[in-house]
């Protein structure tokens, strides 16, 4: 069983598209995460959210936008992609005060053309 | 501003041997600090996570020493194999607020048989 499952593994696009990308986490963690990871394998916060709380990382454009409809689900919705976009992103989840860090989905190669 | 810095330089290292990676930062006050490996294609797993009132952590092959001090975490394998090649990833979790983990770019190491 796949802890964290994202879909899809791969996606090409056109710019000016509206896209989505969905994970699903199994383990009962109670936050979820988006990170990017650019063509430098720099790994970069999105956003993080449990349950209530939902936390932007500044430098996102607005254009990405985390829906939550359960704890278990966290997705990604990008309006307007743009060449910039192109990266893998990653889903990851955790549970506050374990030893066990976090958790990450095998991530989503987005290719804007 | 914070950082996180690990050698950008692959670590070549004889199979049975000891490699040893740095991880130093600077404006962070971690509660505690992560190590994470990652395969091409794949998504970051977590490995060791050691807190700033501890000063080494051991998990099978795997040391890792964090030094508050001196703003630094070395990350050892020993008796190295081929199977360790990989990239890894050093992660800070803040102390205060946003629980969100700062990862450092990775280094990536290869082990030759």
């Known amino acids: 069983d796949t802890a964290v499952s994202q879909t899809p593994k791969y996606l090409v696009t056109q710019m000016g598209n509206d896209k989505s990308i969905k994970c699903e986490q199994n383990?009962?963690?109670?936050?979820m995460y988006w990170y990017k990871q650019d063509s430098k394998k720099f790994l970069k916060i999105m956003f993080s959210y449990n349950n209530k709380e939902l936390i932007i990382n500044e430098t996102v454009p607005n254009r990405f936008s985390p829906k939550s409809p359960d704890k278990a689900h966290l997705n990604l919705h990008i309006n307007s992609l743009e060449l910039g976009d192109s990266a893998v992103y990653f889903c990851a989840s955790s549970q506050k005060a374990t030893n066990y860090g976090y958790t990450f989905g095998s991530g989503t190669r987005l290719t804007v053309v | 501003s914070q950082k996180i810095e690990q050698n950008s330089e692959a670590l070549n290292i004889q199979e049975g041997k000891t490699a040893t990676l740095t991880c130093n930062y600077t404006?962070?006050?971690?509660?505690?600090l992560q190590w994470y490996r990652q395969d091409p294609g794949r998504g970051p797993v977590f490995l060791l996570l050691i807190r700033e009132n501890e000063k080494e952590k051991r998990k099978e092959r795997l040391k890792v020493t964090f030094d508050t001090t001196l703003k630094q975490s070395l990350f050892h394998i020993t008796a190295s194999q081929p199977a360790d090649s990989a990239t890894y990833l050093c992660?800070?979790?803040?102390?205060?607020?946003?629980?969100?983990?700062?990862f450092g770019k990775g280094n990536q190491v290869v082990v030759i048989p």
């Open positions: 383990l009962g963690h109670d936050t």
């Open positions: 992660a800070l979790d803040p102390r205060y607020g946003n629980n969100r983990l700062a």
């Open positions: 404006n962070y006050s971690p509660a505690y």
